[in-house]
């Protein structure tokens, strides 16, 4: 699986356009400002997810589900766009809320909220907020935050929430050249005895 942030192509855009012909579904968001590439065998289902798109016009998330060794997944991309207000992503959060499965089903949010998780010295009270947002909808559902990769400027923008164990890493192979806000990494966790591993990566 790719999962691709801020990458504004057209949604009409083959997958054998993107991925050369190498057997990708590809889910484009809204705009087409996130993207999700799934291989075609993990026989993917793209999730409804017209209420976000609905509430909040400025998000971008797409999600699918997604069976990896016989065990089912949901997977969702996100990208929220700087200087977002709190309330936003409160009622983000409560959308996620609305969505049942969560509880009871291996769950992975990533992408980019525009909040950096490695908190400074000094950080304004909207930021305190943002991220107390989302600590608590990280507690509600038992999720997780496994990236702990900075950027050059010493900041996490690209959270990885799950409910299950991940690794993060850095990819040594990018799909595309990275930029200063946003290293490019890999996802790999174990729902079997085999590890499934997919890369994560911005503009």
Same mark, same amino acid.
């Given at each position: 699986?790719?999962?691709?942030?801020?990458?504004?192509?057209?949604?009409?855009?083959?997958? @054998?356009?993107? #991925?050369?012909? !190498?057997?990708?579904?590809?889910?484009?968001?809204?705009?087409?400002?996130?993207?999700?590439? *799934?291989?075609?065998?993990?026989?993917?289902? $793209?999730?409804?997810? @017209?209420?976000?798109?609905?509430?909040?016009?400025?998000?971008?998330?797409?999600?699918? +589900?997604?069976?990896? &060794? &016989?065990?089912?997944?949901?997977? #969702?991309?996100? /990208?929220?766009?700087?200087?977002?207000?709190?309330?936003? /992503?409160?009622?983000?959060?409560? $959308?996620?809320? @609305? %969505? !049942? /499965?969560?509880?009871?089903?291996?769950? %992975?949010?990533?992408? =980019?909220?525009? *909040?950096?998780? +490695? %908190?400074?010295?000094? *950080?304004?009270?909207?930021?305190?907020?943002?991220?107390?947002?989302?600590?608590?909808?990280?507690?509600? /559902?038992? $999720?997780?935050?496994?990236?702990? +990769?900075?950027?050059?400027?010493?900041?996490?923008?690209?959270?990885? $929430?799950?409910? #299950?164990?991940?690794?993060?890493?850095?990819?040594?192979?990018?799909? *595309?050249?990275? =930029? =200063? &806000?946003?290293?490019?990494?890999?996802? @790999?966790?174990?729902?079997?005895?085999?590890?499934?591993?997919?890369?994560?990566?911005?503009?």
């Amino acid at each position: 699986m790719i999962a691709v942030t801020e990458t504004w192509i057209q949604s009409e855009l083959r997958s @054998s356009e993107l #991925f050369n012909g !190498n057997g990708m579904v590809v889910m484009v968001g809204r705009g087409g400002g996130v993207l999700l590439g *799934v291989r075609s065998d993990l026989d993917a289902t $793209l999730l409804d997810l @017209s209420q976000f798109h609905e509430q909040l016009p400025t998000f971008d998330v797409v999600g699918c +589900k997604v069976n990896i &060794h &016989h065990i089912p997944y949901s997977v #969702f991309v996100v /990208y929220i766009q700087p200087n977002t207000q709190l309330a936003q /992503y409160q009622t983000f959060f409560e $959308l996620f809320g @609305s %969505i !049942n /499965y969560l509880l009871n089903q291996n769950t %992975i949010i990533l992408g =980019d909220l525009n *909040v950096n998780y +490695k %908190i400074p010295n000094v *950080v304004t009270e909207a930021t305190n907020s943002k991220l107390a947002a989302i600590n608590d909808f990280s507690l509600f /559902y038992n $999720l997780s935050q496994y990236n702990n +990769k900075p950027n050059t400027h010493d900041a996490i923008l690209d959270l990885v $929430l799950a409910n #299950f164990k991940c690794g993060v890493n850095g990819d040594v192979l990018p799909l *595309v050249p990275e =930029d =200063d &806000h946003h290293p490019t990494f890999n996802i @790999s966790f174990s729902g079997s005895e085999r590890e499934s591993n997919f890369p994560a990566g911005s503009k």
